[in-house]
């Protein structure tokens, strides 16, 4: 069929095996991890882990340990630095490659989430500096991370969490081009050893205090080791990625002059939005790192896992849900790395990637916990022994969905999304290349540190149907193309309620419904580029399929003021089926998936 590759008895080139689950360490690494690991930045990263081994991460983490090793050690080899500083401020002749750096944090958190959390925090601060108009704190920002320090990211506070406009952390006038900053903030990685911390705060006047709540934001840069005023609260203990820093933090009257102002008013609205959107979409990839290193241990457990004389993968229920657990870890990687493509290619006049990353964030992210819950089913006791990566994964793969922004927060943004994705398609927007399929070389986009999050009901399209077309000989695809007809037609004959609030329960399920069909658009777009065999994407689509009638049926209970017309309804549920054969085919596939390229399915 065209644009799908069957089973030919010939291994996939490695940049084709790289989309699908992979194994970084060990004895048997698999065929596309080379395609990782041969970036020297990746390289360095493995062999720190390797030589450390689990045993210690895992008692680091039970003792809740920061990690000065792993940071003295990135610091040496400036990883943070050469990953982050833009061509503009490096002076290491450096860049920020997307490809590369989505990679790293895929491997990253392969071996530990928690030590991966102090560069995706690093990457907050630094992105909300780089999105202002101050040179030289941009400068100062890159230097700090050259000289082997982190950077932190200060928005939210204890009493008032995602609501910015609630925020208290205030900076006043204490003269001609000085200032005095006051507050508390909370939920703050690196807060313990940040060189620099972005903040956002209201430009307070003190003689009208009352109307605190409608004054303008600014967001400043503060220096813990240098100011006086600062101080580092505690250590807030969490669920997961134990052994990184997340605390709080106080400020008193620390006096700052205009030079450490980053942005004001809409300038620092948008920094912090537009960070935060790329910060949300990048820890998905944290995401599927976490679940190729549990999903290799959980395969690695049933192989030696004998039962009533047979391996426990080879019993029919277990080997069927790691089958779906598979397709699932696939279709995460298709997903993320094409809405990748969208971001690099983004633009003024192409802004799509706001969409893609509020998906990545309410469904990829959340994949990532249904994928844990699928192997959790499988590998049993074994999963919660403290010495294994397994029982780490359990729980920091769920902080993820709740991280910034949490999941019904992006849920909520991609209803904004509805009316212009279902609209006439605009022809004027082409397809991205593709960065993993070598369509276009890797490297950074300087729209992105100038991007604006703002208009995003004006973001246009073309018809999401053309991803399919390739796929349609598929049953589950044509299902989940029928439903997401039907879905068009529904939202395009009822009046989008612009004032629904993110939490409404039928604001959500709109949003469950877009998010689901924009995961399959993409994750299409690349099963298609990549030749990923049909047996692949007919189980990937059982799951989707299976995903839009929970959707479907959640939206069609919460929509009070109107039905979805019984037509509407019988084409939004189908029952969606997985052959033996493709099941079999994914299964041969996955059982492969360590070994060298001439075994893999």
């Not at 952390?169 to 200032?179: I, L």
């Not at 052994?243 to 030079?259: I, N, Q, W, Y």
């Not at 999903?295 to 049933?302: D, Y």
């Amino acid at each position: 069929m065209p644009g799908v590759d069957r089973n030919d008895g010939h291994a996939p080139a490695p940049v084709q095996e790289a989309i699908y689950p992979q194994v970084f360490s060990g004895p048997r690494p698999s065929a596309g991890s080379e395609v990782y690991l041969r970036e020297p930045l990746a390289q360095k990263l493995a062999e720190f882990f390797e030589r450390k081994g689990l045993p210690a991460l895992k008692e680091e983490d039970q003792r809740e340990q920061w990690y000065e090793d792993w940071l003295a050690y990135q610091s040496a080899h400036q990883l943070y630095a050469r990953l982050l500083a833009p061509r503009e401020f490096s002076r290491m002749a450096s860049e920020f490659d997307l490809l590369r750096y989505t990679r790293f944090l895929e491997v990253f958190a392969y071996f530990s989430p928690a030590h991966g959390y102090s560069l995706q925090v690093s990457f907050l601060g630094l992105c909300a500096i780089l999105m202002g108009d101050n040179m030289a704190l941009k400068r100062e920002s890159v230097a700090a991370l050259e000289a082997g320090g982190l950077l932190a990211f200060g928005v939210s506070e204890r009493g008032h969490g995602s609501d910015l406009l609630g925020n208290e952390f205030t900076v006043t006038e204490a003269g001609p081009d000085r200032f005095k900053a006051n507050g508390a903030k909370y939920y703050i990685g690196n807060s313990n050893a940040a060189a620099l911390i972005a903040i956002l705060a209201k430009k307070v006047n003190p003689r009208s205090a009352a109307h605190a709540r409608r004054a303008p934001f600014v967001l400043i840069a503060l220096r813990p080791n240098k100011a006086k005023g600062y101080r580092s609260v505690r250590k807030i203990r969490t669920f997961g990625v134990r052994a990184a820093h997340v605390g709080e933090f106080e400020v008193k009257d620390h006096e700052l002059p205009s030079t450490d102002v980053i942005a004001e008013g809409r300038q620092a609205w948008d920094a912090i939005f537009g960070t935060v959107a790329l910060g949300k979409f990048f820890l998905g990839f944290g995401s599927i790192g976490i679940c190729e290193r549990a999903f290799e241990e959980a395969a690695a457990h049933l192989r030696a896992r004998v039962l009533y004389g047979q391996p426990a993968i080879d019993m029919p229920h277990l080997r069927a849900t790691m089958v779906q657990a598979y397709a699932r870890l696939t279709a995460m990687k298709l997903y993320a790395y094409r809405a990748l493509d969208y971001v690099h290619a983004a633009s003024a006049a192409d802004r799509r990637y706001l969409l893609f990353a509020a998906v990545q964030k309410a469904k990829l992210s959340t994949e990532g916990v249904k994928v844990m819950a699928l192997l959790s089913e499988c590998i049993g006791a074994k999963g919660f022994e403290s010495d294994t990566y397994f029982e780490m994964a359990l729980r920091d793969v769920q902080l993820i969905p709740g991280l910034e922004g949490s999941t019904h927060i992006n849920l909520g943004l991609t209803t904004h999304f509805i009316p212009r994705y279902f609209a006439e398609a605009d022809p004027s927007l082409a397809e991205p290349k593709s960065l993993v399929a070598g369509e276009i070389p890797a490297g950074e986009n300087a729209f992105l540190m100038e991007a604006r999050t703002s208009a995003v009901n004006e973001i246009g399209f073309p018809c999401f149907l053309e991803a399919y077309r390739p796929l349609m000989s598929i049953a589950n695809v044509r299902m989940f193309v029928q439903a997401a007809k039907a879905f068009q037609l529904f939202v395009r004959k009822r009046e989008m309620d612009r004032t629904a609030r993110a939490d409404r329960p039928l604001t959500l399920a709109l949003g469950h419904c877009l998010a689901t069909i924009a995961y399959g658009q993409l994750a299409a777009e690349n099963a298609v580029r990549l030749h990923v065999p049909a047996e692949i994407v007919a189980v990937m689509f059982h799951a989707l399929v299976c995903d839009f009638n929970a959707a479907a049926l959640a939206l069609a209970s919460r929509a009070e003021r109107e039905a979805i017309p019984s037509f509407l309804f019988r084409r939004l549920i189908s029952v969606p089926r997985i052959a033996d054969q493709d099941r079999a085919f994914v299964a041969t596939r996955m059982e492969g998936s360590g070994d060298s390229p001439g075994r893999a399915g």
